[in-house]
Structures are given as structure tokens and as C-alpha cells.
């Protein structure tokens, strides 16, 4: 197999030049990636950006080199686009820097998976069928990525088309995975073309590569006229649900000292001034209550927002901890913390209740995918050291909700409405969020606290994911974010309405209900899974005809050998 390398004879000074060369083309990988994620409008460079990296790629030798400026090419991606995860900018919260700092650092060996399959296969078969199997790779890698404590789906490479709603609209059927997949394509083939260009073997206007760069516009457009159809196609809502939202823009760290009276008082006088707009329905964010409404001595404040919907007839979604206790100790679970007074052991969950009108039963959903070291140490309910962590000093110490519920309510017209809530991190994962949809919620509801990141692109790249979310499902959703980014959209992912940044205020929305279910609110992850299976495949492929290789090559050795001696 035939490779471009440098010169031959390199002297000191051409082998520093290598080494720039080779930072250079990282950082452009790197920033292109970076400035491709929200809040930058900019998802098209994520077409183009990995191809300085494969070009690099083209100029090393060995894996150990290739690596290392894959390191460096993603470390500049964690670096521009999820700096602010730690809370550096206010440096107020240890394991949050330490999680954030950790991601900074580790995240980039993550990517070591999809472009060492890359590199194996073409170093085995060729560069064809390594850019023709890239695609699947990184699709497959992603997905995996997505499932088990160490999952971090935030950076799929899909999450970079969310400003783009035309493009998008075909992920109903492929979730956010199948833009990844079709931004990987564009890199393969705009690689090819430079390469192919670069080396002389094509000229700029020959027919290769003017055939070449009419298939990179043409995949490039397909996505464009299938949105466009189905946006011009739109049908016409005949339902619609009124839902209130408020954002009380409680400070993150100082509201849990917040007067409990002063802190109820406040959001149920906001859910008032919703009142004559006459919604269906009021949602509080994440957390807005800091307290445990089940704890005996909080049930007073628990009375007064029964009393306030009860008597205006409305129904309120809040976010709040959500304790329970085990009368005998062996039904609790080994995470579980004990009361070190009492003895008793319990549970308690970053949680959503809805209270309905003149019941005093309500619905509880417990958070199911906890943030990793702020709100749970990975792999905490295996390990003894952490469940001892748990259990004493409470880092990390949400426990992980049992089922996704569908909370149900009637509206102003008698009508039993149906939806999911999603609470904050949560919202970044498409097929987690699809089941809500599969078990019939009718629009989705994201609760969030993301006043934690102050004014850098954290609450953006957050509200902007919520876009894939209503696209998959086709489901409305309403937002209700403690500080904003609060926000209506459609089930074609336009955001309709949104809040400034860290101001307090409540709004109402009519948000269209729509009953069609999408392949993937039906299948979920069925194309990733493929593209998983056939990505594999070839991977698999390449170490066989090594193993085949050196097998056939210890043979021949030893035929030698005995030969000689003979």
C-alpha cells in the first residue's frame, strides 16, 4: 500500500517543520470542530473539519504518533466548546471543576476508539474502504458512547446542525446520530478530493474531481430538499395544550440557604400572574423547591402550594428532592443513606412531582441519567469506596429514578393530557428521551438549572438540543429553566418562544399537541445499531487478515529454517 510521506532525508530543522505542520492541521481539525457547536451558527464547518486530521494521517507512520495528534485535535474541541462544564467561571462548586477539569482531559482518549478502527482498517485494506467504513465507525462509536456511566453524548457530532431545522428534519426517522453520519460522509469525500488534488494524481478541473465535488454538493443538499418538503407539508394542528412557565432565577448555590416561606411565596406569586391567561398548566424548573416536601417538618410548605392549586384549579409541575424512607432497613437498596440519629435509611432523587387539584396523591418521576461526580460517582453502586462516599458526605449523592413516568392531568377543556418530563442532563440523550414518546406523552416538558455556567455558551447548547429532541419525537416542548434559557418549540424543532438570560420572569404558550409517532419515537436506535453492526464488521475484518498475515509470515519462517537445516 502505497502512503504519502514526507522527504526521505529529514534534517533537525524539516522535522520541526513536521511537527508544526502536524499541530497546525490538529488545530484546524480542533477549532473547526469547536466553532461548530453552539452558540456558533456555524454547523457547516463540522462538514470539512475533520479533513486535516485525515490528512494527517496520510503523513504518519505507527499508531503512537497518529494519537497523539488526535489528543490534541480534541482537547482544542473540549477546550472551545464545553470549558465552561466545570464552573471555572465562578469557581464556587470543588467536584464540579473536578468533573469538568476531568472531562477537559480524558474526554479526547474517548476518540482515540473510532480513529484507531479508522486507522486499522486502512492500514489493512486500503483508503477506500476505510473512508467508505468511517462513517459507520463513528456512527457505532457514538452510539456506544451514549449508554453507561462513562456515556457523553453532548459532543455527537450531529449536535453541531442544530440551527439548521430545514437539514435536520429526516433524524425523525435516524435520531440526531444520522446527521453524524452524513456529516462523516461529506469529510470522507472532501478528504479524497484535497487529497487526491494534493498529490497530483487529479487535476482541480478534472473530470474525477469535478464528479467528486458534485457529490459532496449533491449529499450535502439531499438532506435540504427532503426538510423543505416536509416543512412546506406541515399539517395543520387541530390540538393544542396552554402551559405556563415560570423562571424564578434563584442564584444556584445561595437559594438552597434561601428562607423556605420566602422561596414558596415567590414562585406560587409567579404561577398567580399566569393566572389570567388561564394555562392548563404551570411548570416550575429544576429544583425550584430546595426542600424535601416529605419531610414532616416541610409539609407546611407542601400545604400551601396544595391550597394554591386547589383552589385555582390548575395543576403544577415542580422540580424539587424527593425523599423516601424505608421502615425496615433490608428493603433498602446498598446505596441507600442512613440518618446517623435514627438509624433509618432512605433514598432521595432529583425529582419531578406533579400536584393535581383536590388529590392529595401526586405523580413523582426520580432523574434516571444523574450528571457523572456532581450528582453521581460513576459506577457508585458497585464499588464499596463509593457507596461509603455516598452514604457519608453525600457527593454525588442523587440516586438514580426508577421508571420513565408519564404524568397525566386535565386540562381547562376536561381532557386527559399526557407528557414526559426530562430533567436537565437528561435532555442529551435522544434515545432515553423517545421513550416518554413510546409510552404515549403527548408533548415533553425539560426542567433545568443551568444558572450554574453564568453567561457562556452552557445554556445555549443546552436549549439548542432540545431542537433534536422535538424533531425525533415530533412532540412539542416547553422548557422551564431556573435562570433561562426557558423556551417553547414545535414538533419541527423551531423554537417558537425563549426568555432572556438570568432574568425572572413567567411566561404562557400555546404549544401544538401532535399524535404521529416517528420511526425512531417507535424503533429508537435502529439505524445507530446497524451502523454499530457494520462498523464492526470491517474492524473485525482487518485484524483477522493480520492475524492471517503473521500467521502465514511465522510459517514461511519456519519452512526457512527447516530448509536450512536440512
Known sequence: MKKMKPPEKISLT??????????????????GLGISFPPFPLGVVACFALVPLL??????DGYARALRYTYVAFLILQLISVYWMGGFVHGRHTMQMFGGALLILAHPFFFFVPVLGYLL?????????????????WVGFEYIHSIGDLAFPWQTLGNTQSYDIVRSQFISFTGVYGLSFWIICINAIAFYLVMNISSKRWK????????????????????????????????????????GVVQPDSDPFEKWDINRRLLTDQLLGQSAQLLPDAPDIIVWPENAVTFSLMWPHNRIYRTMIQNFVDEHNIPILLGLPYTIFYDDPEDAPRSAKIIPETGDRYQSFNAAVLLHPDVEEYDFYGKIVLVPFVEKIPFGDVFEFAVKIRRTIGVGGWDVGRDTTIF?????????????????????????????????????????????????????????????????????????????ISAFLDPYGRILYETELFTRTQTIYEIPVYGHMTFYARYGDAF?????????????????ERMR??????????????????
Open 14 to 31: 524539516d522535522g520541526k517543520r513536521q511537527m508544526r505542520l502536524f499541530l497546525f492541521l490538529s488545530l484546524l481539525t480542533g477549532i
Open 55 to 60: 490528512l494527517l494521517f496520510e503523513f504518519t
Open 121 to 137: 482498517i486502512r492500514r489493512t485494506f486500503g483508503l477506500v474502504y476505510a473512508l467508505v467504513s468511517l462513517p459507520f465507525i
Open 204 to 243: 482541480p478541473t478534472s473530470v474525477p474531481a469535478l464528479v467528486t465535488a458534485l457529490l459532496i454538493v449533491f449529499i450535502h443538499f439531499i438532506p435540504f430538499i427532503y426538510g423543505s418538503v416536509v416543512l412546506s407539508t406541515e399539517p395543520a394542528y387541530r390540538d393544542s395544550v396552554r402551559v
Open 408 to 484: 397525566s392531568f386535565y386540562d381547562n377543556e376536561g381532557r386527559i393530557r399526557q407528557f414526559g418530563t426530562v430533567i436537565c442532563y437528561e435532555s442529551a440523550y435522544p434515545g432515553f428521551v423517545r421513550q416518554f414518546t413510546n409510552k404515549g406523552a403527548e408533548f415533553l416538558v425539560v426542567i433545568t438549572n443551568d444558572s450554574w455556567w453564568g453567561r457562556t455558551p452552557g445554556p445555549r447548547q443546552h436549549l439548542q438540543m432540545s431542537v433534536f429532541r422535538a424533531i425525533e419525537n415530533r412532540r412539542a416542548i416547553a422548557r422551564s429553566a431556573n435562570g433561562g
Open 528 to 544: 445507530s445499531k446497524i451502523c454499530l453492526l457494520l462498523g464492526v464488521l470491517p474492524v473485525v475484518a482487518s485484524i483477522g
Open 549 to 566: 498475515k503473521r500467521i502465514f509470515a511465522f510459517q514461511d519462517k519456519y519452512r526457512k529454517e527447516e530448509d536450512t537445516n536440512d
